[in-house]
Structure formats: C-alpha cells, structure tokens
C-alpha cells in the first residue's frame, strides 16, 4: 500500500510538472513529464487497487 501512494504522489507532481511545461511551451520536457504521468499514474491505481482486492479476498 506504501508502494501506491508513493507512485501516486510521483503521479501528482508528473501532472504538475505537465501543465508547467504546457505553459512554458517545452515539447520535449512535456512529452516525458506526460508519459511519466501515465506510467505512474497507471501503476499507482493499478497497486492500490491489487492490494484492495487482495484485502478483500483474503478476509473472506
């Protein structure tokens, strides 16, 4: 659970960092801060959601 909310923290300020660069007009640094958005974002939802389910199923 610790190793999701770090992502989604990384996730949080890749998404920051995205509108910066959106606004600074920096193609190159916005195509990496939204990638780094996505796989981030990605693995973070995916991690909370295995350790709810694996919560989940195991109380059962």
């Known amino acids: ?14 998404f920051i960092a995205v509108f910066r660069e959106f606004k600074n ?5 916005l195509l990496f801060a939204g990638a780094s958005a996505l796989v981030f974002g990605w ?14 199923t195991n109380n059962s």
């Not at 659970?1 to 890749?14: C, E, R, T, Y």
């Not at 693995?43 to 989940?56: A, D, H, K, P, Q």
Request: aromatic fraction near 10%; proline fraction near 0%; avoid cysteine.
């Open 1 to 14: 659970m610790v190793l999701g909310i770090i992502l989604l923290f990384v996730a949080i300020l890749s």
């Open 25 to 29: 007009r920096n193609v190159l640094a």
């Open 43 to 56: 693995f973070s939802v995916m991690t909370i959601y295995s350790e709810i389910l694996n919560l989940v």
